[in-house]
């Protein structure tokens, strides 16, 4: 791509599409943070996305040339259709067409993932890691959630403190990062990084979860309703709010067997 000013229209499933501007200068890089607003708050795909991290346009990507990108545009909307395998043969094409495409190793790996190939997706997350230089943030977050939802929770603390090193407002690799200290049952420490994950992004409805989880391993059941309450305010009617209206009964019912035995020791 030659040098210039460029209209970019960024586009995620699940949200409203955004337009900016942007320069591109020969030997330059650099990376665009675009706040993108949810279609619908309430549905299944916003809930899940609006765990990943921000949507970026890099100037490397837009140096990347048109044939590659396109297949890359492609592979990125048959995953908004599941079609998993021919999003992969698409990035596949993308990778080939420009090896050091490392956006497209990436979202390789979420669809290879979502086709029931973990080992795959995490051979192609790092190897966008190593192509970007270890800059690519996006890489990092897949990275540790395939790690997390996979059970490997001391390498997703290690990949987590790595995106965290990277950019220490990522609110996305505290998320990550207080998964795997639960999953480690580390949990003052994972109670940390939850709530730093929190101060950095209120608005994100499953750290509210992971915080739930935390302060119910460590019997603090006062915060746990806090958690649940602040959930149900950002999530009022969904199937995972009646979930949590079930699991605030729970809490409310443990509290109260906790502080009616304290009651009688007292007496």
């Known amino acids: 791509m030659r040098d210039g000013d460029y209209q970019v229209t960024v586009r995620k499933m699940g949200y409203v599409n955004a337009q900016l501007s942007i320069s591109v200068s020969g030997g330059h890089q650099s990376n665009v943070d675009v706040d993108l607003r949810a279609e619908?708050?309430?549905?299944?795909?916003?809930?899940?996305?609006?765990?990943?991290?921000?949507?970026?346009?890099?100037?490397?990507?837009?140096?990347?040339?048109?044939?590659?990108?396109?297949?890359?545009?492609?592979?990125?909307?048959?995953?908004?259709?599941?079609?998993?395998?021919?999003?992969?043969?698409?990035?596949?094409?993308?990778?080939?067409?420009?090896?050091?495409?490392?956006?497209?190793y990436s979202r390789m790996g979420i669809a290879q993932y979502m086709a029931g190939r973990a080992p795959d997706a995490l051979r192609s997350f790092q190897k966008s890691i190593d192509l970007s230089g270890g800059k690519y943030s996006e890489a990092f977050f897949d990275l540790a959630d395939v790690l997390n939802d996979t059970d490997d929770f001391s390498g997703a603390e290690d990949v987590s403190r790595k995106e965290i090193a990277l950019d220490e407002s990522s609110w996305q690799g505290y998320f990550q990062l207080s998964r795997s200290l639960l999953?480690?049952?580390?949990?003052?420490?994972?109670?940390?990084?939850?709530?730093?994950?929190?101060?950095?992004?209120?608005?994100?409805?499953?750290?509210?979860?992971?915080?739930?989880?935390?302060?119910?391993?460590?019997?603090?059941?006062?915060?746990?309703?806090?958690?649940?309450?602040?959930?149900?305010?950002l999530d009022p009617n969904s199937p995972v709010s009646q979930q949590m209206r079930a699991t605030r009964a729970q809490v409310s019912r443990a509290l109260e067997g906790t502080q009616a035995k304290a009651s009688q020791k007292s007496q």
Do not use: W
């Open 40 to 104: 619908s708050s309430s549905s299944p795909a916003a809930s899940k996305i609006e765990t990943g991290p921000p949507e970026t346009v890099s100037a490397h990507e837009l140096k990347v040339p048109e044939k590659a990108r396109d297949e890359s545009a492609r592979g990125k909307a048959l995953m908004a259709k599941s079609d998993f395998a021919g999003a992969i043969a698409e990035f596949q094409k993308a990778t080939d067409d420009f090896p050091s495409y490392y956006e497209a």
């Open 183 to 233: 999953g480690l049952k580390r949990y003052p420490d994972a109670e940390r990084a939850a709530k730093k994950c929190r101060d950095l992004n209120d608005r994100n409805r499953q750290i509210y979860v992971i915080l739930t989880n935390i302060h119910i391993k460590m019997q603090n059941f006062p915060e746990a309703l806090q958690d649940i309450d602040a959930y149900l305010k």
